[in-house]
């Protein structure tokens, strides 16, 4: 059993800053790629940021420069900290993790639920 919680969303004023949290829970034997995705009514969702296992990221150039992606290993967490926030940017934000459970160590991409960003004067 793998579960995926974002956390962290919220209402923020353009300009302001949040820090999003996704924890994976379970009986899980490794964490490769991590992902935030979003969502904005009634658009497509979108890749937002990547990390890899060893550190690597990519970012969508809407966020660049505003955005970083982080994760602790040990705590099988992946964050994504958004500063300079745009009304743009409200959109659900979704954790997207590529995790191998430990009884059947074949890594598969599991999603969030979900955590409403809202960018708004």
């Known amino acids: 059993q793998v579960q995926l919680v974002e956390s962290g969303g919220g209402l923020v004023q353009p300009g302001g800053s949040l820090r999003l949290s996704c924890v994976a829970s379970?009986?899980?034997?490794?964490?490769?790629?991590m992902n935030w995705y979003r969502q904005a009514s009634g658009e497509e969702r979108e890749l937002v940021a990547m990390i890899t296992r060893g550190g690597n990221t990519d970012y969508a150039d809407s966020v660049k420069g505003r955005f970083t992606i982080s994760r602790d290993n040990a705590k099988n967490t992946v964050y994504l900290q958004m500063n300079s926030l745009k009304p743009e940017d409200t959109a659900v934000y979704y954790c997207h993790c590529n995790i191998a459970a430990t009884i059947a160590p074949r890594y598969e991409y599991y999603w969030g639920q979900g955590t409403q960003v809202t960018v708004s004067s």
């Open positions: 379970g009986t899980i034997f490794g964490i490769d790629v």
